[in-house]
């Protein structure tokens, strides 16, 4: 008898993190799900790659701040793979703000971000969880940001978000087990597109600089390296729940 594949979720799965986290899982032999909110090009692109490794993709458009998606998005899981195993929170927004600029943000703002970044993540969970109950060794993986633990990144509504998330990551992981494993992640600064984007090219190259500088490491984070910790939490760490996983090269020890 042929042993089914595992099947691997990862929200916002069309660029960056998201993406080299679907290529992990699918690298290591899992059937996974790309899932995109606007534009479906690049999610091909990533569920092209996926498939010349080996996996079976479902591509499937869903905006996770919209409960109503999250439970078409596990009907559509159940009905093509039978089966979920690991769950990644990947998807997530914010507002390019500096902190000192406390009218840069406002209550709409706020409300927007925590949509995506929290009630999101809590609505992907509530319609997986059925599904992912029935797997041994099920996890979650909330991926969170060191910007709830230092203060820092791109405004307060985002910081605020995944301290949020860090604290929904902790309920759901006492809820939810012994059947579900729940962690976080919490990368500093990954060197993406989305990032540069939002910051400007010259800001954006000066904070990796200082970023670099301050590290213990002497290093930024990439995707592939916030991928790996997912691979862990989800599949590797089974007597590990409850835990939010610092990636940031060792910026909090301050190198002196």
Known sequence: MVEQRKVCIVTGSSSGIGAATVKLYAKQGWNVVVNYSREPAPAETVAAECRKLGA????????????????????????????A????NNAGTTKFVAAKD????????????????????????????PLLGRQPGAAIVNVSSIAALMGTGSSLAYMASKGALNALTIGLARSLGPAIRVNAIAPGLVETPWLQKGHGAEKYAAMVDAYRARSALDAVIAPEDVAEA?????????????EVLLVDAGVRLTRG
């Open 230 to 242: 997912a691979w862990f939490l989800g599949v590797t760490a089974a007597k590990t729940t409850g």
């Open 56 to 83: 079976d993709v479902l591509v499937a458009r869903a905006d996770i701040a919209s409960d109503a998606d999250c439970r078409r998005l596990a009907g559509l899981v159940e009905a093509r793979f039978g089966r």
């Open 102 to 129: 406390l009218d840069g943000l406002d209550a709409d703002d706020f409300q927007r971000i925590y949509a995506v970044n929290v009630i999101g993540a809590f609505q992907m969970v509530r319609a997986f969880a």
């Open 85 to 88: 195993d690991v769950l990644v």
